[in-house]
């Protein structure tokens, strides 16, 4: 299916419906999202079913329990913005999704927040460098793209973020999150968590990584003031990825809000693990299946919003 074949094909709320319950409950069996009853009634007239069970929301649409609940666009219009953000390159911006699916950029905005929500994957503890491969771990700075501001006036009020981010040589999966600091503790404790145990990392010099051969990690470094490959040992597979989420942050997203950078860079990541070995609507349905049992409030977002931006 290409975006034109999309959009035509979710023109009709009865394919809209077919395609959600298939992402939904691949079984094929519509499950009460209230009381988990599996014999549950379709109302075909209003597209919802009902529970034989007397409780609150015993009529529920497709939208119920996922990141569209309560919200007054149509099914239609969140899955093309789904389509759209899932399978373009660098992203796409408010404005853009709400051009094409007319609705305000406002609107869109929150959109996008609510669908990176469904793009973020859950990561179980301790996978990366299982199959033997070593873990290229790397951190990197964001913000501080000011250009209408004096040099002077750049260091006090823009801070830098700092994202921390790791490469599984044998999968090529890669994990990223916005954290606290570059200190010690922060850095292995994330290596603790998502790697494991006498797994091999790769990492530059930096001394927050200077700990962990007593961790019981295979630690080897390169030294980035003289050199940037040593053989095998190497984070350039990292570097690339900060590379793309660095374009997409500066291209796309004019700006982002400090609160809002994990978000964007659960988008990259998603964007970066499903590039290969799926086609765009293997990338789409994946997202789909993933927007049950996850919720965003319009009050969650908006009371962030109103941080200096960056
Ligand atoms: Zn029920």
Redesign the pocket.
């Known amino acids: 299916m290409t975006l034109q074949q999309a959009i035509q094909y979710f023109s009709d709320p009865d394919n809209c419906v077919k395609y959600m319950v298939e992402q939904r409950w691949p079984d094929g069996v519509v499950v ?6 599996r014999d ?1 009634s379709w109302l075909a007239t209003q597209r919802k079913w009902q ?3 007397r ?1 609150a ?2 009529q529920f649409s497709a939208k119920v329990g996922t990141i569209f609940e309560d919200s007054p666009l149509g099914l239609d219009k969140w899955i093309l913005a789904t389509w759209m953000i899932t399978n373009c390159k660098n992203g796409v911006s408010s404005y853009e999704i709400a051009r094409n699916i007319g609705v305000t950029q406002k609107s869109a905005w929150f959109m996008l927040h609510r669908i990176r929500l469904a793009m973020k994957d859950e990561s179980p503890a301790r996978t990366m460098g299982q199959a033997g491969k070593p873990v290229e771990v790397d951190e990197t700075f964001i913000g501080g793209k000011a250009k209408n501001k004096h040099l002077s006036a750049r260091k006090q009020d823009e801070p830098k973020m700092v994202v921390m981010g790791m490469l599984d040589r044998s999968s090529r999966e890669v994990r990223a999150k916005v954290v606290p600091n570059a200190k010690r503790e922060t850095l292995q404790a994330e290596i603790l968590k998502n790697i494991v145990k006498v797994g091999t990392v790769y990492t530059d010099g930096h001394v927050g990584y200077d700990q962990l051969n007593q961790l019981r990690y295979i630690h080897e470094t390169v030294n980035h003031v003289n050199e940037y490959v040593r053989g095998n040992v190497h984070t350039q597979g990292i570097e690339n990825f900060w590379s793309c989420l660095k374009r997409t942050l500066t291209g796309t997203y004019v700006a982002v809000e400090p609160f809002h950078l994990d978000s964007y860079v659960d988008e990259q990541v998603f964007r970066f693990n499903n590039r290969k070995g799926k086609n765009d609507e293997q990338r789409f349905a994946k997202v789909l299946s993933q927007v049950a049992g996850k919720r965003l409030t319009y009050a969650e977002l908006a009371g962030k919003v109103g941080e200096t931006a960056f």
């Not at 009460?32 to 009853?37: E, I, L």
């Open positions: 009460c999202p209230t009381c988990g009853r549950v529970c034989k069970s409780h929301k015993r």
